[in-house]
């Protein structure tokens, strides 16, 4: 979907041109390394979970057929302990000890704590009565064989990836993650301040650090000064050697805003240019067609809090289109506004701060230093809200959607 020449666009917009694009190739991967991907297809369960009926405490196994015939006494002939099979059979009045996950004996229905009975030598006394089945899992009732344990499209985290591996699961099918370059523009962004007109560079560890935190490690990573020749040249290397390429900076409308015309020097083709939303409106999207596969070009401001709003927003978004999320948006929450805001012709995307009160409701409220160039409130933000476009104060929304940070 292209929405090239159409000017400035709304939000919702933008986010729905990521769904077009092309998804990235699956491969199956062993379990451990497909952490952090996304899934290509369902996960069935090949197993019952339990694998068998087994006791749920340490205790002993007996029969309730002899408590309800008022034994209370029983005579202990083995014990079964967790990972070891072992053949104990017991009779009328007896019991065996065992241990949490250990094999249930076919014998036995029901399981006595150790902290009800008493020990007598090479018996035990059960101290109350229990009902059949008490403390035993049983065999499937988890999982039983063809259960869905993980669908298509969910993210591989630790607790999944040890949720599959204790129903037997070795390998899945996952989309691969895109290959990544960030380039930083901008003559004026510097990690040592060569001269006082510089600024220290936050792009470069955000970005980084922020792909880091999804699961994306091994980022091309570059500095570009402001310059046609010198871009021309880069650009074209990362659109031709990776899936996806992340600027910064040069996608405004100055004389040295130059990632647009170069990259439509290069071929690309615009997906869109300028989104209504406050900060980030400069923001540019536009894929470079090679022989195989696609690879896109995503241009964010360079003010850093609208590089930040732009990689919650816009990138993780766009990533999660491209390894195979149908209709990726972001996850959106509702709050009620703690206190009134101004409105403005965009929407505009805060840095706010999530409160819970006692009643559990929830309630954003704005944090102070809201312009693009200021960073300093991200230690106190734990979500970016959305604030529709309104004009006079009356027309204030009283909730409003977030996503959490």
Known sequence: MSCSGQGLIGLDQALAAYSTVELRAVQTLPLVEAHQHYLAHDVLSEIALPLFTQSAVDGYALKSEDILAGITVFELVGEIRAGIEEYVQIESGQCVRIFTGGKLPDSADTVARQEIVSKLDSRISLNQALNKGTDIRYQGEELSIGTILAKQGQYLK?????????????????????????????????????????????????????????????????????????????????????????????????????????????????????????????????????????????????????????????????????????????????????????GDSREQLLRMKLNVDEQGQLSVSKLKKQQSHMLSNLSEANVIGRIPVFNDAENCPKFIEFIRL
């Open 158 to 342: 630790s607790g999944l990836v040890a949720s599959l591996s204790m129903a037997g699961v070795k390998e899945v099918s996952v989309f691969n993650r895109p290959r990544i370059a960030v380039l930083i523009t901008g003559d004026e962004v510097s990690k040592s301040l060569d001269n006082s007109a510089q600024v220290f560079d936050a792009n470069s560890p955000m970005v980084l650090t922020w792909l880091k935190e999804r699961g994306f490690y091994s980022i091309h990573l570059e500095h570009v000064i402001d310059d046609e020749t010198v871009l021309k040249k880069a650009l074209a290397n990362a659109l031709d050697h990776y899936d996806l390429v992340i600027t910064t900076g040069g996608v405004s409308v100055g004389d040295y805003d130059l990632i647009r015309p170069v990259s439509l020097a290069l071929g690309a083709n615009e997906i869109f240019w300028q989104v209504a939303q406050k900060p980030g409106k400069p923001i540019y999207f536009a894929e470079y067609k090679k022989p195989n596969q696609s690879s896109y070009l995503l241009g964010l401001p360079g003010n850093p809090a609208a590089v930040f709003v732009c990689l919650e927003i816009h990138v993780f978004t766009l990533l999660k289109a491209m390894q195979g999320l149908k209709e990726a948006k972001p996850e959106w929450e509702k709050a009620s506004l703690s206190e009134a805001v101004k």
